[in-house]
């Protein structure tokens, strides 16, 4: 599986294939961050955010992860992700 990510302070973002099988990696992977660091995963504070996938793999997955959902265009950090910027 490939993940790519960014990554700030407490704030991550990562971007994968939408699958059953990524989405049980994505679990596993921050449960070993829980285990490794002491530190918890605010899944409510968590949010999926989908692109091209169905509604109802989009509650699955936000029900199986215990998180909301969002949708793009979105700020992170200050920034917009997601959206057409106009230069004048």
Not at 17 to 34: D, H, P, R, S
Not at 54 to 75: D, T
Request: hydrophobic share 50%; net charge neutral; glycine share 8%.
């Amino acid at each position: 599986m490939v993940i790519s990510h960014l990554q700030y302070a407490d704030d991550i973002i990562c971007i994968w294939k939408a699958t059953v099988g990524n989405l049980w990696t994505l679990k596993a992977i921050l449960q070993g961050f829980e285990a490794a660091s002491g530190l918890k995963v605010n899944f409510l504070k968590s949010c999926l955010i989908w692109i091209n996938v169905s509604r109802e793999f989009m509650e699955m997955a936000c029900e199986f992860l215990g998180c909301g959902e969002s949708n793009l265009p979105l700020k992170y950090l200050g920034h917009p992700i997601g959206q057409t910027i106009k230069v004048l």
